[in-house]
Structures are given as structure tokens and as C-alpha cells.
């Protein structure tokens, strides 16, 4: 069964300075990674999409890196804004059988950037 | 503001109480997931509809009890749920459940508090 953890739970940092998230994965039979973004009461936000080809990915200053191998990935996020705080998803997608795949989530990083 | 909505934003109901989750998206996907996020878990999935037939079940228990009239709409009937049922439920969309590299959409959830 797929299990996936995201390290650290929580971070807080200030404002300006570059952070990398992380994501594990345990099974490396996967189709794709998603970054996702959560705020309070909110839904979730499609970041990027890696597809299990590929190493990176890049949006803004937001840059996800795929080692599917290892059954790792890393958000890095340059430059943190205050409005960058929410709490952060890592989800893989999977064959689950019958035609079907399914995503499976982390727990998220929740993110504070201190002003 | 998302291309998926979903109402009630909050729903306070009894045990005994009969109540639907709605979700409409305006996207033109064919695939609809209703997923449950509770404080310190993972987001697990719970129905998945593609070109409005079931396709994933997740063992959820049928006091849950989903419907899906055409691709543009899901809802989720509620019927004698338990206190442990409290959670933000969450609908989402795709391009299909086989486009396994399209990225999911997420509505803003219903917070449901079962009393």
C-alpha cells in the first residue's frame, strides 16, 4: 500500500529567505506527482504536476524536483512571501486497478512566513 | 474563485438528521471525486464518478451514499451519521479518472459537524 510523508509537520520562517519541503513516497511505481496548496478553510490548489518522466518542474518561484527512484520529491520556494504561509500536499498517483488511478496524500507541511 | 462549488459551506447536523452535500463544476471534466479531510490525516478518497458512473468505492460506510446525475454534478447524501463523521468533505474534478497526468480541481469544501 502506498504511504506517503511530508517532513517536516510545520515550519516557520522569515520572510526573504528560500525553504525546501519534502515528500516521500513508498512505492515508486507511480504516473505523477502534485504539489498541492491548502489554506484555512479552503480547498486544495494544483501548484505543479510532475509527470513520473520527468525530474522537474517550475512555476514562479516555485520549483518541485521528482527522484522517483528514491521515492523522493522536494518543493523549493524562493524568496518566501508572507502570503506563501498555507499548509502544503504532496500526493502520487497510482495504477489502482480496473482501469483506475488513484491519488494518495501526505499530511501536509503547514508553512508560516513571518514578516 | 475555483471552477468547482460546492455547497453548504458549513452544515451543523444531528445524528438523526438527513442531509446532501452538493458540488458543480464548470470545468468540463468527466471525472468527480468526493474526498474527507480530518484534523491530523491524510485527505482520503471516497467515491470517484467518471462520465457519471461509480468507478472507486472506498469501503466508506453507506450512510454515505453519493449520486451523480451527469458529469457536471455530484452530490453526497447524508443519512444517521456519527460524531466521527465531522470533517471538511471535499469535491473535486479532472479531465477523466484515466487522464492520469490531469491535474485535480478542488472545491472549497463542505465543514460538516455531526452533534
Known amino acids: 500500500k502506498q504511504e506517503v510523508t511530508q517532513i517536516p509537520a510545520a515550519l516557520s520562517v522569515p520572510e526573504g529567505e528560500n525553504l525546501v519541503l519534502n515528500c516521500s513516497f513508498t512505492?515508486?511505481?507511480?504516473?505523477?506527482l502534485q504539489w498541492f496548496r491548502q489554506d484555512p478553510g479552503k480547498g486544495l490548489t494544483s501548484l505543479l504536476l510532475i509527470q513520473s518522466s520527468q525530474r522537474e518542474q517550475t512555476s514562479g518561484r516555485l520549483n518541485a524536483s521528482l527522484d522517483k527512484s528514491s521515492g523522493r520529491s522536494t518543493l523549493y520556494i524562493a524568496a518566501s512571501q508572507p502570503g506563501d504561509s498555507a499548509t502544503y500536499l504532496c500526493a502520487v498517483t497510482a495504477y489502482s486497478g480496473a482501469g483506475s488511478y488513484q491519488l494518495t496524500f501526505g499530511k501536509g507541511t503547514k508553512l508560516s512566513v513571518i514578516p | 474563485e475555483t471552477g468547482v462549488t460546492q455547497t453548504p459551506r458549513h452544515l451543523v447536523m444531528g445524528m438523526t438528521n438527513k442531509k446532501s452535500l452538493k458540488c458543480e463544476q464548470h470545468?468540463?471534466?468527466?471525472?468527480m471525486y468526493w474526498y474527507k479531510q480530518s484534523a491530523k490525516k491524510p485527505l482520503e478518497l471516497m467515491f470517484v464518478?467518471?462520465?457519471?458512473?461509480?468507478?472507486e468505492n472506498n469501503s466508506v460506510p453507506s450512510r454515505f451514499s453519493p449520486e451523480c446525475p451527469n458529469s457536471s454534478h455530484l452530490f453526497l447524501h447524508l443519512h444517521t451519521l456519527q460524531p466521527e463523521d465531522s470533517a471538511l468533505y471535499l469535491c473535486?474534478?479532472?479531465?477523466?479518472?484515466?487522464?492520469?497526468?490531469?491535474?485535480?480541481?478542488f472545491g472549497n469544501g463542505t465543514r460538516l459537524t455531526v452533534t
Open positions: 473535486a474534478s479532472s479531465q477523466a479518472q484515466g487522464a492520469y497526468n490531469s491535474p485535480l480541481h
Open positions: 464518478y467518471n462520465f457519471k458512473e461509480q468507478t
Open positions: 470545468l468540463g471534466h468527466n471525472a
Open positions: 512505492d515508486s511505481a507511480i504516473y505523477n
